[in-house]
């Protein structure tokens, strides 16, 4: 290799953050005083449940939710498959249509498939060529049969965000002509939103979003990974997808992990504070480092829209460059980044987010993502431009001859 770093570089905070210290020492004290089961009836049992009660209120009241809204789960994914899966069955009786956007994760678009199989009907919200999600196209895709519709709050991979108030309203609005046209009322359309990407940068706020279900993931925010939540709007019907015990109001059985819970809610709380000032960072970094990419290498060009994204997102496609040798190349260099989602890059698929902005299964390998954080500096993002630079310079090189 041409050049190493001797410090590496972090650049996919999207994929993961690292845990904050704040967080470790958070868990390291739980791990000693609360070891206990929360469900145990002894002293030593009752004391983790009191922590556990505290965390769970805590993180409700950053959301400005009630606690008894809030569920733990193991991780993003399973708050998102319980909502989709959950939901969807629990009022399957009056109607199986389901609405996804052509950009949500994995996790919620592998499930709503999934449903397919027992008689569901799912459809694809359309986005446009930047990547955000049709509104118009909503309100004509909207039936009296409709029971869940699920957007994302920010992609993981392009950073668009959606607009989900818009949407929110939308639902709101095709619900209420609903009761004042259909005797007896029934079930409302539900809504679901993914915010595992969202939480750092922008308001999280489920009430005013007008949803009924939204998903949070820990290892997003810098807390630890194995943790997430799904805060249930009260009396939204819902199945359990996890049978045992009956944790969590029933919806969520097995031991509850009371320390990477607690972690979390320590990593949601730095992240609010945060929030603004971090923002505003590294809004200036990414469109510093966007623009210093685009005017010095060839070919090059943003995926996503310009302004309606996450402050920590920069997704480029270099022409004629496959994205994976690229991160390798980069990862040798001593920069880590990716080429989208992890999960994509384990069932080895084209971007499913890239392909539905229109591009060809060629065009869609030739995208990386480099996603910023809590400890990224210009002095690195300028590092890896030259780095960037160089490698393209070279992979071409080869190409040419």
Known sequence: MFWKQSKRIYLDYAAAAPIRPEVLTTMEDCSRRFFANPSSIHLEGDTAKKAFASAR????????????????????????????????????TRGKHIIISALEHKAVLEPALKLRDEGFEVEI??????????????????????????????NNEIGTIQPVHEIGNIIRKFNESKTAAYSPLPTACLFHIDACQSFNYLNVFPNSFNCDALSLNSSKVGGPKGVGLLFLKHGTKIEPIIFGGGQEGGLRSGTENLTAILGFAKALELAKTERESESVRLTELRQNFAHEILTRIQDSKLNGDPDKRLPNNVNISFAGIDGEELVLNLDDA????????????????????LKALGQNDTESHESVRFTLGHNTTKKELDVTVSALEEIIKRLRSYKII
């Open 334 to 353: 001593g920069v880590a980044c990716s080429t989208g989602s992890a999960c994509s890059l384990i069932a080895g698929s084209a971007s499913h987010v």
């Open 57 to 92: 209120a805590r993180v409700a009241a950053l959301l400005q939710v009630k606690p008894s809204e809030i569920v733990f789960s193991g991780s993003g994914t399973e708050s998102c498959n319980l909502a989709i899966f959950g939901l969807a069955r629990a009022n399957k």
């Open 125 to 154: 919200l359309p986005l446009n060529s930047r990547g955000i999600a049709s509104t118009i196209e909503l309100e004509k895709m909207l039936r009296s049969d409709t029971i869940l519709v699920s957007i994302m709050h920010a």
